[in-house]
Each structure stands twice: as C-alpha cells, then as structure tokens.
C-alpha cells in the first residue's frame, strides 16, 4: 500500500480507539525480534544498568493496517513549532560535523521528520526552518543520549520523553514558539511527568551542551561587533 500515511496494528488501533474495517487486509511487514542476552554475574555486578542485552535474533512476518482501513475517533493533530531559529541551524549542523556526525536530508523517511541512527542523522526536506530546528534538535538529543550503552537500559517512551523534552527546552531558549507541540509528542509516546522529573538530570545536562554548542564563536562575536560599530 504505497498510498499508506500512518500505519499499526491491530490492538495499537484498538488502544488509539478506532477499529480496523471488516475484510481489510493487513500490510505485511517484516518485524524485528528481539531476545536479551544476560551477562555474566562479575560483569553485571559492576553496573546495574547493564545487566541485560538487547539483541536481534532475526525478523518475523507482521500485519499493520491504514488508518484508511479503519474506523473510529480522530487522532490527534501535531501542533507545529513556528519561530525563527536564525543561525542556529548552521551551527548545530557544525557542532555535529564535529563529533563526526553526518548530516543528511532524505525525502524517503517520510511521515518521519527526523532519524537518528548513530553516527548519521536524516532529516525530512521542506520543513519549516523552526520544525527543521526543532527536529535537528530532537535527532541530536538522541545520538548524545541513546546511541550508546544507556540505550539498553531505557525503553522507547523514555527515549523518545527525553529527546523532544531537550528540543523543547533548547527551543524555549532561543525563541521558538512551541506551544503544545512538545507535550503532545510525548503524549503520543505516553511519557508524562513521572518520566520528565526521573530524566530531569540528563535533559538540563544535554540540552546544555546543545546551548553551549550554539553559541556564537569568538571570531563571529568579534565580526558582529565590528560591524555594528561601522553601522553606528
């Protein structure tokens, strides 16, 4: 189904509260399984976070539908962030470039705005310089926090809680409006207050790097100045 915009399955569906219609057919799809491999007594006793590990043991057929293949109450729409982000764009794709980031943009992980996937991000083209902002943003918490041993020991809600809390912050910052955008992100992944107040620490201490990161340097501080004593 090529034509499809928002896909899940079945139960997702019924939880969102819409039904899928009779005789549909399900999207096959290959779903990834995963197993946890325990490690050895001594090496988990040296970090209580890393006692498990995740791995793929190989993939699976799965059905998802279309939300045009079902019925049922409307999803909630995103709001949008809207803003204008001036400069900082450039220079958080800079501070990533320095930590060996790659930065694309790639028109096939639509309805996706943003992908992180260790090492590389992936941006949506044709996005608002605010939205793109604030999911470069978004992309960015992730490859700081989630792309390394802390992964296994978080779930998908906290990850992604954590990730939109630090766009939401770094956003405030340099004047972007984000009304309810952030919150019903999180919503969506069914984060809430609980999980905002235990991740508190790493979402101050990342969205401060990401500050810092935007800073203007020296010499363009040194230009600007100069300029704006020629202009006066």
């Known amino acids: 189904m090529p ?22 057919k399900g999207i096959r799809i290959l779903a990834p399984i995963v197993g946890v491999r325990r490690k050895k007594d ?32 409307d999803l909630p729409e995103m709001r949008e962030v809207s803003g204008d982000p001036g400069e900082n764009i450039d220079r958080l794709a800079a501070f990533l470039h320095s930590k060996g980031i790659q930065l694309v943009y ?27 902002f604030a999911t470069l943003v978004h992309e960015t918490a992730h490859e700081l926090l989630h792309k390394s041993d802390r992964r296994t020991a978080t779930t998908k809600t906290v990850r992604e809680t954590e990730a939109e809390a630090v766009a939401f ?7 972007l409006v984000t009304g309810s955008a952030s ?18 620490e790493v979402i101050q201490q990342t969205a401060s790097i990401i500050l810092a990161a935007l800073e203007p340097s020296t010499a363009e501080e040194a230009a ?9």
């Open 106 to 132: 790639n028109e096939k992980i639509a309805p996706a705005l943003g992908m992180s996937y260790g090492g590389r991000i992936a941006l949506l083209p044709g996005q608002s310089k605010a939205e793109t």
């Open 183 to 200: 919150a019903d992100y999180i919503q969506l992944y069914k984060g809430n207050a609980s999980l905002l107040a235990e991740s508190l």
């Open 169 to 175: 912050v770094v956003g405030k910052a340099v004047g």
């Open 42 to 73: 001594e090496e988990a006793n040296k970090d209580i976070t890393k006692q498990n590990e995740r791995i793929l043991l190989g993939f699976r057929n799965a059905y998802v539908f279309d939300i045009s293949q079902t019925d049922g109450v």
């Open 224 to 232: 600007t100045d100069e300029l704006a004593e020629v202009a006066g």
């Open 3 to 24: 034509a499809a915009t928002r896909v899940a399955g079945f139960w997702t569906w019924k939880n969102l509260g819409r039904s899928v219609k009779a005789g549909q």
